[in-house]
Nanobody, 114 residues
Framework: VQLQASGGGLVQAGGSLRLSCTAS????????MGWYRQAPGKQRELVAR???????NFADSVKGRFTISRDNAKKTVTLQMSSLKPEDTAVYYC?????????WGQGTLVTVSS
């Protein structure tokens, strides 16, 4: 299973970005999909997650600013980020859960300037 992420970049505070991730390979029954992030010197943390039935959960720090969606037919998960803050700067990783296995994308850098 391979995950290809795209959409990172540099944006000013208050701006928006959209991250997309597409899964390919031997995919049998994707469960939850999500996005995690890791800022310099910090641990990787969950940003947003969407279950196979569409239920979502978000980190408190992004609630009301980020949304997550998935397209099962296209095997994609999208993170729409708005009202970005400098503290959102991090490498963002997409994630797919299949059974007890987590698959990770290569990471895409999001930089928010003040």
């Amino acid at each position: 299973v391979q995950l290809q992420a795209s959409g990172g970049g540099l944006v000013q505070a208050g701006g928006s970005l959209r991250l997309s991730c597409t899964a390919s390979g031997s995919i049998v029954g994707m469960d939850a999909m999500g996005w995690y992030r890791q800022a310099p010197g910090k641990q990787r943390e969950l940003v947003a997650r969407i279950s196979s039935l569409g239920g979502t959960n978000f980190a408190d720090s992004v609630k009301g600013r980020f949304t997550i969606s998935r397209d099962n037919a296209k095997k994609t998960v999208t993170l729409q980020m708005s009202s970005l803050k400098p503290e959102d700067t991090a490498v963002y990783y997409c994630n797919v859960e299949m059974g007890y296995t987590f698959y990770w994308g290569q990471g895409t850098l999001v930089t928010v300037s003040s």
